[in-house]
């Protein structure tokens, strides 16, 4: 049996990292890094999937998995979202939160249709109430993959992913924004990377080839992403209509296993992503993407008032003192979480 760290593959984790600050850069109106945001939730998803059957062996069973990744999620949102509460309060002085609260408590917001809904409160947290049917489907779709014939599992996700791109060819902009957070849609992404992490899985060693070898195929990975990015930036209308996940399963699912096939055996670009500051900024990358919307108010509405700056607009003119702020209380927390969570 093969036994995997999640944390072997060292090049995934610095995207994680990579995804995580371009997405940061997209919410401050960056608009240069806007493929890379949404290609980075989509890759998230992917990424989560994959690690769980890549790493089959550490799900050793359901109660633990389902402990391990609640206490991931949960202790963080909460944390976030009462922080987001208490600051709304100082500033605010009153409590003017709706029916929808429990909701958002219980990472419920991203069935509910309403952009007015699944982007309120604390908003980044759509993506953990999308996360968490997936992981409550994870062991029904082991028994899946693991009993029905390789074909079919494929066949099935193929199927979900024409289903999807159809629904986006056809929606207008209100369901494209649902679309976007809706937990079934996602629950493809999640699938997908779960089948990529199960063929990888059947792999028991890594591709060895010389670092030049190497290097020629993780570029020509990165150029075929360039290329979907370039396609969507120029406004190609059918690049535009699919632009929330549908466009960027290739280039993912080809980074991912590039990655993981060349581990150990990486070219000058996998060298260059195992480089320690990136792999440190991917091991706080949740806390990075969960926290951005919180740590920004605590800056606009806390610290620039200290030099007259009171109210400054969320996301704007604010990214060069947010940031290392963002970072260091992502790591903080990070730690802080990591010691509570393993008692």
Not at 2 to 27: D, M, Q, Y
Not at 56 to 70: E, Q
Not at 128 to 150: D, F, M, Q
Not at 273 to 299: A, D
Request: proline fraction near 3%.
């Amino acid at each position: 049996m093969n036994t995997r760290s999640e944390n072997i593959i060292k090049p995934l984790g610095s995207w994680r990292g990579i995804f995580a600050l371009c997405i940061v850069c997209f919410h401050f109106g960056m608009h240069e890094f806007d493929e890379m945001a949404y290609s980075g939730v989509t890759f998230f998803f992917m990424l989560s999937g994959f690690l769980v059957t890549y790493h089959r062996s550490t799900l050793l069973s359901v109660k633990r998995f389902y402990k391990r990744r609640l206490l991931r999620i949960f202790p963080l949102h909460l944390l976030v979202l009462a922080a987001m509460i208490v600051l709304d309060l100082a500033i605010m002085r009153k409590f003017h939160y709706g029916w929808d609260l429990p909701l958002h408590v219980a990472l419920l917001q991203s069935w509910i249709p309403n952009e007015q809904v699944f982007y309120n409160y604390s908003i980044h947290s759509w993506f953990l109430s999308s996360l968490l049917p997936c992981i409550a489907a994870t062991p029904l779709l082991l028994k899946i993959i693991e009993r029905v014939s390789h074909k079919l599992s494929w066949g099935i996700a193929i199927a979900a992913c024409v289903a999807i791109v159809a629904i986006n060819l056809v929606a207008n902009e209100h369901w494209h924004s649902y679309i976007h957070v809706c937990p079934l849609t996602r629950l493809a992404d999640y699938y997908l990377g779960m089948l990529l992490g199960a063929s990888m899985r059947e792999r028991s060693n890594s591709i060895k080839l010389s670092t030049a070898t190497a290097t020629i195929f993780e570029i020509t990975v990165l150029a075929i992403f360039a290329t979907l990015i370039a396609l969507h930036a120029s406004g190609n209308a059918i690049a535009m209509q699919v632009e929330q996940q549908a466009l960027w399963w290739l280039p993912l699912a080809l980074l991912i296993a590039t990655s993981t096939a060349l581990n150990g055996h990486e070219g000058l670009v996998g060298k260059l992503l195992s480089l320690r500051p990136l792999l440190w900024i991917g091991e706080i990358s949740f806390e990075i993407y969960i926290m951005q919307k919180l740590v920004n108010n605590v800056f606009c509405y806390l610290l620039a008032p200290l030099s007259g700056h009171f109210g400054v607009m969320i996301y704007d003119y604010s990214f060069a003192c947010t940031l290392p702020l963002l970072i260091i209380t992502a790591w903080a927390t990070h730690n802080i979480l990591s010691k509570m969570t393993q008692r």
